[in-house]
């Protein structure tokens, strides 16, 4: 399977995405934002990073780049788009996902491992994630409060689009383990055609086991997974 | 000419710089403090042209790009 792992002036985990995507065996190229074709990609990951200096706002400016338009086209047609962290910001953007992200309820940036509780294992991001885990992933970001107007999330609720919640270790969504605010612990949701998913913590960053956690590998072994299935 | 574009957070969305700001504010002594949002100020200098058509043109640029109206009302004046 082959990946396509965008850049934008200051994304600063492309290179880490490459590499959670190779130790599970499979290749990816490195696209520059000012591209306008993904080539021959089976899946676009939208990495973390500051694109554009988070100026105006996260992702506002990262939306317009010429590969933007080939990643909302690539979507259109079914194509597996996963944002990470600034990618799920740009996502949400770009309007390819509802809600925004806005500033951390507390101020700070977090940068600390949190835990996540994954909602429907049917998705083509959540497939092979072991039924029950708990996720243990790490996050980098200021502004990850996620919101929405409440008629949108109660749309993400019935359609079991909100992926993944910050929980504590035991998988209880509390308050205090809510690193930044975000309306109903939301960490990740997918679109409605359930192909484009965009989640704040970093799967690339606890991908083996050396790094902490390899909880994160089972976010890309899904969307392998999920194209191998409909490759046969 | 000149367009000024006043961009605030959405009452509905949290704003924790605003709320930071008025409980220094308290600290500080001053009273009667309602509220604070903190927002963007953008000044954007023109060529000229007509005022009415500057207007369309940078409303929907404050639709599409200077706000995200998910999250932030914006205010436009243009002033000669």
Redesign the interface.
């Known amino acids: 399977m082959k990946f396509a792992v965008l850049q934008f002036p200051a994304s600063n985990c492309d290179q880490d995405s490459v590499h959670a995507v190779r130790v599970l065996g499979h290749s990816s190229r490195l696209v520059w934002h000012k591209e306008c074709s993904l080539g021959d990609a089976d899946a676009v990951i939208i990495p973390g990073g500051f694109s554009y200096g988070d100026y105006?706002?996260t992702g506002?400016i990262a939306r317009?780049s010429p590969v933007m338009q080939a990643v909302r086209a690539f979507a259109d047609n079914g194509g597996p788009v996963l944002g990470l962290c600034n990618g799920f910001q740009i996502l949400?953007?770009a309007g390819m996902l509802?809600?925004?992200l806005?500033?951390?309820?507390?101020?700070q940036f977090h940068c600390e491992h949190v835990f996540l509780k994954t909602n429907n294992l049917e998705s083509s991001f959540t497939n092979s994630i072991p039924n029950g885990k708990i996720l243990k992933i790490p996050i980098a970001h200021g502004e990850g409060?996620y919101?929405?107007?409440q008629a949108t999330l109660e749309t993400l609720k019935a359609n079991r689009r909100i992926l993944w919640q910050y929980c504590d270790a035991r998988g209880n969504l509390t308050e205090i383990a809510n690193p930044n605010?975000s309306l109903l612990n939301i960490a990740g949701i997918c679109n409605e055609q359930g192909n484009v998913a965009g989640l704040m913590p970093h799967p690339e960053r606890a991908s083996e086991s050396i790094l902490g956690s390899d909880d994160g590998k089972w976010i890309f072994q899904s969307v392998i997974a999920a194209f191998e299935e409909k490759r046969v | 000419m000149k367009a000024k574009i006043i961009v605030t957070?959405k009452k509905?969305?949290?704003d924790?710089?605003g709320k930071?700001v008025q409980n220094a504010l308290e600290h500080m002594g001053y009273r009667g403090i309602k509220a604070v949002h903190v927002g963007k100020y953008l000044e954007v200098e023109l060529d000229g042209g007509d005022k009415e058509s500057v207007r369309k043109s940078l409303d929907e640029a404050c639709h599409k790009?200077?706000s995200?109206p998910?999250?932030e009302d914006y205010k436009l004046e243009i002033a000669d």
């Open positions: 105006l706002r506002a317009f949400c953007e509802p809600g925004a806005v500033r951390n309820r507390d101020l409060c919101f929405a107007d605010g | 957070p509905a969305v949290v924790p710089q930071t790009f200077l995200n998910v999250i």
